[in-house]
């Protein structure tokens, strides 16, 4: 609104700024909520992240054959519904690249390869294909669309995938958690990248502080991994690794892939007994997989407003950092 102070009067509440400069830029979004007439606990100032999106071009031409390439985008976790009083609501954010056709396939999946019941708000550019399980949705060329799901049902846990050539479409999520008419946090997560190599941080403390990850098989077999983790000395402390961790569901509306969800404790125990409080994990799998990692802060012993769950992404580097 201070770039354009226009934005204002013109009634326009959400789209897209494109940035071209003659200089190479470093740049970050950040996304607030606030109601400045209430203050705490009525209303939770929240900030999150808005990855700026690259290969987005200012002036929406179709970009040559020669530089596409056929990749899915994913979204390693979406959550929707209600876990008692608290509602669950992912908002996905897509802006359209480039390319020639107008409609695009989102499917939603559930951690064990099955799909997701999930309802999306009403959109007249939106409607579900019950034969194949997708929604089908429409970007106008240089413009966007907004996908949000109800929070409706119990709570179900799982990811999105977009089929489309690589750089046709570019996005985020937004994960948002509201209890009783108050926005408790909400936390901005970019679309993934499947990779076979990566490494993520992850940072530790007993009773408050964890790390999750979630991750996706996006290949067409059942993933072998292997996790390897270092402490911030950089020192290896342990190998494990998972045969057919991630299998791989086929029916005839086609391959859908399995997703973990799960906190570093769970993927490897022996944390707690090396009493780590922080450092980073490889990952090398044999299938291409989309990750995403989530710092969780929470006392177990404590309610909102005495406690404000929160939830940060850090992002996944791609390669391994032992190589």
């Known amino acids: 609104s201070e770039l354009f102070p226009q934005s204002g009067d013109s009634g326009v509440r959400e789209g897209l700024v494109a940035v071209q400069s003659e200089q190479p830029l470093s740049g970050v979004s950040l996304r607030q909520n606030d109601h400045p007439g209430l203050g705490f606990p009525l209303d939770v100032w929240t900030l999150s992240m808005s990855p700026v999106l690259r290969n987005l071009p200012a002036w929406g031409y179709n970009r040559p054959f020669c530089c596409v390439l056929y990749n899915p985008i994913v979204f390693p976790q979406i959550v929707d519904g209600l876990d008692g009083d608290v509602r669950a609501q992912t908002i996905l954010r897509l802006a359209r690249n480039g390319g020639s056709r107008d409609e695009f396939r989102i499917r939603f999946v559930q951690s064990d390869g099955s799909l997701m019941n999930v309802e999306l708000e009403p959109d007249p ?64 997560v970019p679309a993934a990248e499947p990779l076979k190599d990566f490494t993520i941080f992850f940072d530790a403390e007993p009773g408050l502080l964890q790390t999750g990850l979630a991750l996706v098989n996006t290949g067409d077999g059942n993933a072998s991994v292997t996790f390897r983790l270092y402490d911030r000395a950089g020192q290896l402390r342990s190998t494990r690794t998972w045969q057919s961790f991630l299998p791989v569901t086929i029916d005839p509306t086609g391959n859908r892939g399995h997703q973990k969800a799960r906190f570093i404790n769970e993927i490897l125990p022996e944390l707690q007994e090396l009493s780590l409080l922080g450092g980073i994990i490889t990952v090398e799998s044999d299938q291409p997989l989309a990750a995403v990692t989530i710092r969780q802060r929470d006392n177990p012993e404590l309610a909102f407003p005495d406690d404000l769950y929160l939830i940060t992404v850090f992002p996944v580097i791609p390669g391994r950092h032992d190589r």
């Open 125 to 188: 550019d939106l409607f579900f294909n019950k034969d194949t399980g997708y929604w089908v949705f429409k970007i106008k060329p240089g413009g966007s669309n907004t996908l949000r799901t109800k929070g409706s049902g119990s709570l179900k846990v799982g990811y999105a995938i977009i089929y489309h050539t690589k750089f046709e479409i570019s996005g985020t999520a937004f994960y948002s958690w509201t209890q009783e008419g108050v926005k408790l946090f909400e936390t901005g």
